[in-house]
């Protein structure tokens, strides 16, 4: 059949998916090793959120996100050597090591992180909106969020002031089914996430996320709403990921067989078979980009394995905007 979509776009997605599921199996492996400390929120199973809203957007766009924030970052343009070092606490992460797995940013990449309390981030997005309209820049903001974070008093404080104003924003909730060990279904009377825009008068919609072309075309919609004066949108995004919430969660709240009808479904695999069943690609040609992908993964290791850890004198810079603290004395 047909697909609406270019060979381009479909290749992009392919590239994109592969990259970030790379890098979060390098991640895990490494926090194994215990070459990465701390908390580690892999992203894998859920790449098709991030491939789709990069093609449903502009780079001036800004992303919001929260602690499982590396698949996001990279997409976004940061760099995977940089993400790589953040995650070792090296000077040359993009948050020069001090962030860690939970607080990517790069303000060149319009990416704003990275928040670690769950929910923080809804408020901030809808700042960084309002921003935008104030400064007429036209530029829009997809603030995401997980489908524990939607049980947040911040969220619905923050939905009545964003259609209120009217701010260009797009809520995002990537619904992965658990909030931490928790379904949703025993955390709410409300299981479509997306109704709870209805109290606000505000659109809501309901997103395959494990399909690219789905992702896209929601969030373009959305986009293009906000971009155009009407105000925010929800859109529960439904996806899944295939690890624990974190590292340190062994999943026993779920079984095998679930996991395994999600992989069934898994996006990047529907990409690839697109791919081909179109013809948009050779098996080489194929081959020549998951060659390309692990190339830049073992790089970025490499450098995250030989970039120093950040000096002393950096404990205190980057807390408040001043360069310089003349409250602190020797």
């Not at 409250?327 to 020797?330: E, G, H, K, N, S």
């Given at each position: 059949m047909?697909?609406k979509?270019?060979k381009?776009?479909?290749?992009y997605?392919?590239?994109l998916m ?32 991030a ?14 996100t929260?602690?499982?924030d590396h698949?996001?970052a990279v997409?976004k ?13 090296k000077?040359?992460?993009?948050s ?11 303000k060149e ?8 309390i ?5 408020g ?5 909106a ?14 995401f ?16 002031m964003?259609?209120l ?8 909730c ?12 025993r955390?709410?009377?409300v299981?479509?996430?997306y109704?709870l ?10 997103i ?12 373009e ?7 155009g ?17 974190s ?5 026993k ?17 529907q ?5 081909l069943?179109q ?15 692990k ?6 290791v490499?450098?995250?394995e030989?970039s ?5 004198d950096?404990?205190?810079k ?6 310089n603290?003349p409250?602190?004395?020797?």
């Open positions: 047909p697909t979509f270019t381009e776009t479909y290749l997605w392919y590239e592969e990259l970030l599921r790379k890098f979060e199996e390098k991640a895990g492996q490494l926090y194994g090793m215990q070459k990465i400390r701390g908390f580690c929120h892999l992203y894998m199973g859920q790449e098709a959120v491939a789709g809203a990069m093609t449903a957007t502009e780079p001036t766009d800004k992303f919001i929260a602690y499982r698949g996001l997409a343009g940061i760099p995977a050597k940089n993400c790589m070092a953040e995650l070792f606490g000077f040359t992460g993009c020069k090591g001090k962030g860690g797995s939970m607080h990517f940013f790069s990449h319009n990416f704003y992180g990275g928040h670690g769950v929910g923080g981030q809804i901030v997005g809808a700042g960084l309002f921003a935008e309209r104030y400064l007429k820049t036209q530029g829009v903001v997809l603030c969020f997980g489908d524990g974070a939607a049980r947040q008093g911040v969220l619905h404080e923050t939905f009545n964003a259609m104003w009217k701010l260009p924003v797009v809520f995002i990537e619904n992965n089914m658990y909030a931490m060990g928790t379904s949703v279904e955390t709410s009377n299981l479509d996430i109704k825009a209805d109290g606000y008068d505000m659109p809501g919609d309901s395959d996320g494990m399909k690219c072309e789905e992702v896209h075309i929601g969030i919609r959305a986009v293009k709403r906000a971009r004066g009407e105000g925010p949108t929800l859109l529960e995004i439904k996806t899944y990921r295939y690890r624990g919430h590292m340190s969660d062994p999943a709240y779920r079984t095998k067989e679930e996991v395994e009808e999600y992989k069934e479904r898994d996006p990047i695999n990409v690839l078979n697109t791919i069943e013809k948009f690609a050779t098996q080489e040609e194929i081959d020549a980009i998951n060659e390309r992908v190339n830049e993964i073992d790089e970025a490499k450098f995250a030989e120093a850890f950040p000096d002393d950096e404990l205190l980057d807390v408040y905007a001043e360069e603290y409250f602190i004395t020797d």
